[in-house]
């Protein structure tokens, strides 16, 4: 039996993949969670053979919660399922220790091939995310989440510690032109807290 814990913050598609995946023989969904903390104590408790965790839960993005998971529960592999369509999400993902990556606009039958080969320990990476990562080099994808310099500047200053206003007074703009571009940021890499922000940041080496 290949047990489940489901990972995500909308409780209508939490039951879209639980009637999805017990339908199937062999697969079994121990718990659910909305945010990291819930994620992470469930995970410790159930112990799953496999976690389908989305990138986004409600208190921040999930990737750098993926290299704690793997250290707590090593026998526990991680599919992630998301909307994001970026190859960096999915480079990311996979470097942290996840064992699968597939969207959420993906047919039925994706994530169910995912879940049994993470529990083989066998990676799988959408067909479209694939073929799109096999024709790019990496020096061909230009900054992350396609940052302008301006906001990787930004970026630089919030991981060094920087408040909105002192940002402000080195870059020579307004507070409000800082929000702005603050905003923008967090919209482009999904990472809505300072502490995201920051691994955001030395993930790409930015600082």
Known sequence: ???????????????????????QDGLQVVSEADDLHSTERRVAAYRPSVLVLDI???????????PRLRQ???????????????????????????????????????????????????TYLSPELGARL????????????????????????????????????RLFLSVRTVESHRAHIQQKTQRSTRADLVAYAREHELV
Not at 1 to 23: F, K, Q, S
């Open 1 to 23: 039996m290949i047990t489940i814990v489901l990972a995500d913050d909308h409780r209508v598609v939490r039951a879209g993949l639980r009637l999805l995946l017990e339908a």
């Open 56 to 66: 986004n839960l409600r208190d921040g993005s999930s990737l750098p919660a993926i």
């Open 72 to 122: 707590a529960v090593p026998d526990t592999r991680i599919v992630v399922l998301t909307m994001r369509t970026d190859l960096r999400a999915a480079r990311e993902a996979l470097r942290a220790g996840a064992t699968g990556f597939v969207l959420k606009e993906a047919a039925e039958d994706e994530l169910l091939q995912a879940v049994r080969l993470a529990a083989q320990d066998r």
């Open 134 to 169: 096999a024709a790019q080099e990496p020096e061909d994808l230009g900054p992350p989440d396609d940052l302008s310099a301006r906001e990787i500047e930004v970026l630089r200053l919030i991981a060094l510690g920087h408040t909105n206003s002192e940002i402000a007074g």
